[in-house]
């Protein structure tokens, strides 16, 4: 039988964020989850993500890209990939098997840990961390007190989807770049 291929549809941001499900009250009452598997399950939308953060960063000279578990590690590798550049993955305490690097941050309920492998990144390393959504901040700036203690020559962060209200980039240093694709 003769194969089908999907024709390309080339997104815009409207297109993209409008597939994003909202869910209310996940998970828990109050809270409205971008739920980003409506987005990550269309071809379409995953090369519009790939395809915008590749060009954001091409000329910025990264030299490895990290993803923060798990939802982080949707997008990261496909952009460290295109870039061609290493993928460096931080994960919840316990996780990695070799020496790491960890760091704690406030959680609603007590203190999260959050590690690196001591061998990942050198002193000569221009690093973009991601994750698939800012909201208070909390996740991404432990995730950078964490890469600050490698001595990097430069940190960028990139975030899928951005909470504007919660203003969660406040919590960065001029010197840290944020760069968001979608705003909500
Ligand atoms: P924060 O540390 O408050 O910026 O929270 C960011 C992390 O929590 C990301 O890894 C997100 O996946 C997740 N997260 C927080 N709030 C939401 C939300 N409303 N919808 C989807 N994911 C969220």
Redesign the pocket.
Known sequence: MEQQTKKIHIMTAQEVKNIIRDVPDFPKKG??????TTAFINPDCMRWFAEELTAEYEKKGITKILG?ES??FVIAPIVANKLNVGFVPIRKKGKLPAEVIEES?E?EYGLDTIEIHKDALCEDDIVMIH???????????AAVRLVKKFNVKKIYTSFL?E?ED?K?RELFEPEIEVTSLIKC
């Open positions: 809270i409205l989850f971008k739920d980003l923060i939802r982080g941050y959680k994750d698939d959504l800012l909201a208070t901040g909390g996740t991404m700036e989807v909470l919660l969660g």
